[in-house]
Structure formats: C-alpha cells, structure tokens
C-alpha cells in the first residue's frame, strides 16, 4: 500500500501521511521486475550512476555475474526523453569501455521496437510487463 487517505488513515489508526503520488504504476511495474529477476541481492532502487561530468538516475541497479545491469521503467514517457537517456548511456560506454547491460521495461508492446532501435549498440533487454508478470 503506497498511500491513504485520510479516511483510510483513520480507519486503520495510521499517523503516518503520505502524500500521493502520480509514479505508483512506475513503482509497481519495477518491482515486479524486480521479483522476475528472483529478486537479486544486490538490488538498488533509483540509484544515481556518475562518470565524469555525466550523471544518470536508473530506476533500478543490480549486478549479474558482476555485470551492472540498468534498469529503466518506461510508463508513457516520451520517447524523446527515453532517447535523451539512451545516448547518456551510450556516452558512458564510450567514457569506460566497461561492460554493462541495459534493460527496459515498457508497459507497451508498441514501444518494444522502437526502444530496441534506440538501444542499438548497448547489451541488454527490453521487457514488456506482459513478458514480467
């Protein structure tokens, strides 16, 4: 549960407010990926990755076979934006020559093709949530 009301706060004796928030179908479409992946233990939710001049907030983080994997969520953001950080994390390959995958998870089907051109050149996946669930 991500969020009451002050009905429900009331209901269930909570002090506690949280205000609402618009990211919830982000946040549970990235942790259902998480719990795809058989939830890893190196696991890092909306971790900033610095190199150099070049920062990136991924949605998520974590390491296979000590291999970084990025994790990005993408609910109906444009495209141009997804772009935006797809060339941030071509930049970062060019800066370290270091190996790392790149994962996506769209809730869209229509997307799939489309961020898979973007990606060309980086090692990773696209996920739809149908493929997750």
């Known amino acids: 549960m991500y969020y009451l009301n002050k009905n429900g706060r009331e209901r269930v004796q909570c002090d506690k407010v949280r205000k609402k928030t618009p990211n919830i179908q982000h946040y ?21 990755v610095k190199v150099g001049d070049l920062s990136i907030v991924c949605d998520a983080k974590f ?7 990025f994790v990005e969520v993408d609910i ?12 941030k994390y071509k930049r970062m390959k060019e800066m370290t020559g270091d190996p790392f995958y790149l994962i996506w998870v769209t809730e869209l ?7 898979t051109q973007l990606c060309e050149g980086l090692v990773g996946q696209i996920y739809t949530f149908n ?3």
């Open 28 to 48: 549970l479409i990235r942790n259902q990926f998480y719990i795809h992946m058989q939830r890893p233990s190196t696991w890092e939710s909306e971790i900033k």
């Open 76 to 87: 109906s953001q444009p495209m141009v934006k997804n772009k935006a950080k797809i060339d």
């Open 131 to 133: 493929d997750i669930k």
């Open 109 to 115: 089907e229509s997307r799939r093709y489309k961020l």
């Open 63 to 69: 390491d296979y076979k000590s291999t970084p994997c």
